[in-house]
């Protein structure tokens, strides 16, 4: 279902100098492109184009890094990246009128070959890279602690070769027959780490000891210090869902987050504003719809044309949210039955709303209130909410963030009724994973997955 991203965001693999060429692929790739097509078309106006390659050069390095992702992934957030990109040029352009300095055929010519190069490089790259890594020298590793942290830990350096890591073995004072490991990869217990480290140039020795041990850390890391190894702790915090994990600081004190918002500091401000934006945008292309769906909803039976529903927002506060009425009754008390295929309380026009999503057209005003996210969890019934949050570890944390008109459960299948536990565990579950994963890219992804299966997709009635 949900996987675990990583601890501290993506790492990039190899040295510094692969980790720089990684991060140029796109940049250089954009260039390559505005600069080929202005030698094509025997552009003179290089000031121009000078111009606009620094706006390119700004906007995307450093580049991503792809490498670790799968091709369908590469290719998606290649497309998406891109699109930010040329939607922010637009912008600019179309405010300042720098768009009429370039002939359509280079416009034109960029919106195309442009991603087309990045994904070029990225797939030359995915087949060089590991030529480069394997000719480089692989920094030596332990791991003090064969317990089951230490041994996740070996699993996601070998899982990862690019990053250029060689694990040796294990150190841990039990007997390796009580070890679940290779007893050939116990070099040791941890008074003999140092000694090894010395004579096997070790360059990295991770920490997987609990906190528990901390007479027996102290003791470790002072023998350490006549080594030249990096030393890295590694928290024992796998045992729960990690969301949004960080290294902070509280003055000069550091702490770690184990479960906070995607949204804080920038973040937030990004999000905010995408959601201003983008609901301004869509409720002018609408109102007309809007206004054909309010009459066809007053015609079809009595009632008020919106249906108002406490939910839970952000941080788990009630909020009120809008809806079409698509039913015959309005509820919203200790006990909601969810709505059902065939279910006798909607109404023929609820039918087609709640088939084609249109019913929840009037939360865009919510998302203009701030109460709401264009894409998020979706807000269930508070009724709802009491009930699942005493039956699903985690239930609330999904409250970490403003509810969405869509999101991330929706668009893999988790769209309508969730008639049992486990279904409703695994919407749960995908918005856990959007919260540990966000950004931008992310929810246009959704937005675009949204719109492809609001026609097709049999889970809503």
Aim: overall charge positive; hydrophobic content about 45%.
């Amino acid at each position: 279902m949900a996987s675990k991203g990583p601890f501290f965001g993506v790492n990039r693999v190899g040295g510094p100098i692969v980790q720089l060429t990684e991060s140029l692929v796109d940049p250089v790739a954009q260039l390559v492109s505005l600069f080929g097509l202005m030698v094509w078309y025997g552009e003179d106006q290089y000031n121009y184009y000078i111009i606009l390659g620094i706006l390119l050069f700004s906007l995307s390095f450093p580049g991503k890094s792809l490498i670790q992702r799968t091709l369908r992934g590469t290719f998606l957030d290649v497309l998406l990246s891109w699109a930010g990109v040329v939607t922010l040029l637009l912008f600019f352009g179309w405010a300042t009128g720098l768009y009429r300095l370039f002939p359509s055929q280079v416009i034109v010519g960029l919106l195309w070959m442009t991603p087309l190069l990045q994904l070029a490089g990225h797939l030359l790259l995915r087949l060089i890279l590991p030529a480069l890594v394997a000719g480089s020298h692989p920094k030596r590793s332990v791991i003090v602690g064969c317990n089951e942290l230490g041994r996740h830990l070996a699993a996601e350096i070998d899982r990862h070769p690019l990053l250029g890591i060689r694990m040796l073995g294990y150190f841990d004072d039990r007997n390796a027959e009580r070890l679940d490991v290779d007893a050939q990869l116990i070099k040791g217990d941890f008074a003999d780490v140092a000694e090894f480290a010395r004579r096997n140039a070790i360059e990295i020795i991770y920490l997987a000891v609990p906190m528990a041990s901390q007479p027996r850390i102290v003791s470790l890391l002072d023998s350490l210090a006549d080594t030249t190894a990096s030393v890295y702790f590694v928290p024992d915090v796998f045992v729960t869902e990690l969301v949004q994990a960080r290294m902070d600081a509280v003055g000069r004190v550091p702490v770690l987050a184990v479960c906070d918002t995607p949204f804080a500091g920038l973040n937030g401000m990004i999000k905010r504003a995408t959601d201003i934006v983008l609901s301004l945008l869509i409720l002018t292309l609408i109102a007309p719809l809007l206004l054909l769906v309010a009459t066809m909803v007053r015609l079809d039976s009595p009632g008020a044309v919106i249906f108002k529903q406490r939910r839970y927002g952000l941080d788990g506060k009630e909020i009120i949210v809008y809806k079409f009425r698509s039913m015959s009754v309005c509820e919203d008390g200790p006990l909601v039955a969810q709505a059902c295929r065939g279910d006798p309380r909607v109404t023929r026009t609820g039918a087609v709303l709640r088939k084609t999503s249109l019913d929840e057209l009037p939360q865009f005003f919510n998302v203009l209130q701030g109460r709401m996210s264009i894409v998020g969890p979706r807000p269930h019934a508070v009724a709802h909410n009491e009930t699942y949050r005493k039956l699903i570890k985690g239930y609330m944390v999904r409250h970490k963030v403003k509810p969405g008109i869509t999101g991330w459960a929706q668009v893999n299948g988790y769209r309508g009724e969730t008639q049992t536990l486990d279904k409703m565990e695994g919407r749960v579950a995908f918005d856990l994973e959007y919260l540990r994963n966000w950004s931008l890219k992310l929810d246009l992804y959704i937005i675009f997955r949204t719109v492809a299966l609001v026609f097709k997709d049999a889970g809503a009635y």
